[in-house]
């Protein structure tokens, strides 16, 4: 009876529970797949955000549970966004959501829905990752010759 009763209840519950066991699973990017695979990378504030809550049962076009946020453009290295972008990302990292912490930068890889992830290489950044990120990138070839003067 228990070799019946186990394996139906074991099934049962990984049907209802299985978006409950989701974890983030990146696929390693260089910098330049992160470039190649953004419609536009810049540095950008986070001026608000907003927790949205998808609909339980999946019907409709509606994400499930996620942040839409919005960002003020301060430096754009490729791409052609707004001055300002209004993004979205998932709620945590454990579904490779952006953390959201209002007026701090970001280092954006945005998407060409206007998703960001972790996965993607944005995230929030640190006080000194500026003067860095730029140094990392005059160190790119590709980068350098995007950036050369046509004259």
Known sequence: MYKIIFPIFATILTIFYSDLAIACSCEP?????KFKNAESVYLAKLVSYETVFGNPDGVGVMRRDHIEAKFKIDTIYSGNPSQYENLVTGMNKENCGVT???RRNYL???SKDNYISICDGSRLLEKDFRKN???LLIE???FRALN???W
């Open 29 to 33: 990017l260089t910098l330049d797949m």
């Open 148 to 150: 050369r003067p046509s």
């Open 133 to 135: 990120f730029d140094n």
């Open 140 to 142: 790119q070839d590709w």
């Open 108 to 110: 954006i890889f945005e």
């Open 100 to 102: 959201m912490v209002k």
